[in-house]
């Protein structure tokens, strides 16, 4: 049993369920606030480093409020699409895990802030960007042949989007500052834990989810079958659950499927087609 499997045992139910769904409520309260007083969030609200350390701790918990886009438009699609993705996680993973997925890239979010401001002695503002792109990279990774209607007309799968976005992260680590490198590692620290420092992730792929699910179906019929008996006489209708010692046997001359115990099996009336009309 690996470190989650204990961890889940231990504060499972303190999970929140549907998480995507309070989350989506702060982008909408996020939304209306830069719609209408921007400075307000930067000012008061957002994830910045030195003001945290200063004592506005509640910082760590409302810079969550930053939406996926400011358009309307924009905001709806990306509130559909991150949803979607989080509520399908959650399903496929268990409440458990997906909360303990998103919360370590929110923590991840803070100390990325936290050390690049006293590392490099710079505000660096994250909003919810890389938290986003981390819910779409596990999604990629679970679902790799999800398919996504790129500009709502082009067909392309969840792994390729996905390799796109690593390829473009790993460019930014490679050109960026040290402040941008840090960000960038921190905030999605969380994708790198669960899927590459975790041996047992493959019980949340779906293709072995299903393999499971079909051994659970085979495993439940077979104990149903255990409830009825194989094998009937066709004269005393006597069953296999009426005696251990109870032998069954197919008789060659009848037409059918007839099936006799070892008291009938020579003494019956043989069954023909012209008598089954």
Not at 90 to 99: A, I, K, L, P, Y
Not at 173 to 195: E, K, Y
């Amino acid at each position: 049993m690996n470190w989650m499997n204990k961890l889940e045992r231990k504060f499972g139910k303190y999970a929140i369920r549907n998480l995507m769904f309070y989350i989506m409520i702060l982008y909408g309260v996020g939304f209306v606030i830069l719609n209408v007083n921007p400075e307000f969030y930067y000012l008061y609200l957002s994830l910045d480093a030195r003001e945290i350390l200063r004592g506005q701790v509640w910082r760590i918990f409302t810079f969550l409020i930053y939406p996926p886009a400011y358009d309307i438009l924009y905001f709806m699609i990306a509130m559909w699409l991150y949803y979607s993705l989080g509520n399908t996680l959650e399903r496929v993973w268990g409440s458990f895990r997906f909360n303990l997925y998103f919360f370590t890239g929110v923590l991840g979010h803070i100390l990325a802030a936290i050390l690049i401001y006293l590392i490099f002695g710079e505000v660096f503002w994250l909003g919810t960007s890389y938290l986003n792109w981390s819910l779409f990279f596990a999604f990629a990774a679970t679902f790799p042949e999800m398919q996504f209607l790129l500009f709502f007309i082009i067909p392309v799968k969840a792994k390729w989007l996905g390799i796109l976005n690593g390829v473009y992260f790993i460019y930014e680590l490679i050109v960026g500052t040290w402040a941008i490198r840090t960000a960038i590692l921190l905030s999605v620290a969380n994708f790198l834990l669960f899927f590459l420092g975790s041996r047992n992730m493959s019980r949340v792929n779906p293709k072995e989810i299903k393999r499971k699910t079909v051994y659970a179906r085979q495993v439940q019929a077979a104990k149903t079958d255990e409830k009825h008996p194989r094998h009937r006489c066709a004269v005393c209708g006597r069953t296999e659950f009426d005696g251990e010692n109870l032998e069954f046997r197919f008789c060659s001359k009848c037409e059918g499927s007839y099936e006799y115990c070892q008291e009938h099996l020579y003494t019956h009336k043989h069954v023909t087609s012209k008598e089954d009309k």
